[in-house]
């Protein structure tokens, strides 16, 4: 069985500060991605990584999959409060199945 | 686009009852997913479609829930009879293409939060 573990389960920092969360498993995903959910609503693709040791930015978000493709990690700069959330990573396998981490709550106080 | 849609958003019913929820994926995608969220377990893959036809069934939780997909436009995901430890958020999310580079994201509907008393 693939499993994904995330860490830490929860975060709360203040505005401005920086933060890394983590996405481990013992098994190799042809893709990895990352995903945001608020509350009330599904969660939203915030980046897809394919390639080990590929790294994207997206604004202040930095995601890097590991080079054996089995983790990545999340590095918020400046955090802020509209950064408040659930961050998901999900690994996709070889059948093409999506399996999500239990996830990271970040609350980013003013 | 309307994105992906799923109804209920809510229900609330009693024990025993039976529960269908639908989901209208987003145009021209073929694979489709049902997933279950709840705190202590987070989002579990349910099961999951390609072209219509179920792949991996093997997160279904045992035979009181079923899913089918007779078209490609249309899903349920059905509990018979319901039980409370069912009560969870159920998403159901679409995806174009299968495993393509840059083709697996997948685009979640807002979930019907089910409760069952």
């Known amino acids: 069985t693939q499993l994904l573990e995330q860490s830490p389960q929860f975060l709360s920092i203040q505005e401005g500060e920086n933060l890394t969360v983590y996405c481990n498993s013992s098994s190799v995903f042809s893709s990895l991605q990352w995903y945001r959910q608020e509350p009330g609503e599904g969660p939203v693709l915030l980046v897809t990584?394919?390639?080990?040791?590929e790294v994207k930015k997206l604004k202040r978000l930095t995601f890097q999959f590991g080079d054996a493709r089995k983790d990545s990690s999340l590095h918020i700069t400046a955090a802020q409060p509209g950064d408040t959330g659930l961050y998901l990573c999900?690994?996709?396998?070889?059948?093409?199945?999506?399996?999500f981490g239990p996830g990271t709550s970040l609350s980013v106080i003013p | 686009d309307a994105g992906v849609i799923q109804s209920p958003r809510h229900e609330v019913t009693e024990m025993g009852q039976e529960v269908t929820l639908r989901c209208k994926p987003i145009?021209?995608?073929?694979?489709l997913f049902w997933y279950r969220q709840t705190m202590m377990r987070g989002l579990e893959l349910l099961i999951y479609f390609n072209n219509n036809v179920p792949i991996d069934d093997s997160g279904m939780p045992e035979d009181r829930f079923s899913a089918k997909m007779p078209n490609a436009s249309f899903s349920t995901l059905k509990i018979q009879p319901s039980e409370p430890r069912d009560s969870a958020v159920y998403f159901c999310?679409?995806?174009?293409?299968?495993?393509?580079?840059?083709?697996?994201?997948?685009?979640f509907g807002a979930g019907s939060r089910l409760t069952v008393l």
């Open positions: 999310a679409s995806r174009a293409g299968q495993g393509a580079l840059g083709a697996n994201v997948l685009t």
């Open positions: 990584v394919v390639t080990g040791g």
């Open positions: 999900a690994g996709e396998t070889s059948y093409d199945k999506v399996i």
């Open positions: 145009s021209g995608h073929n694979s």
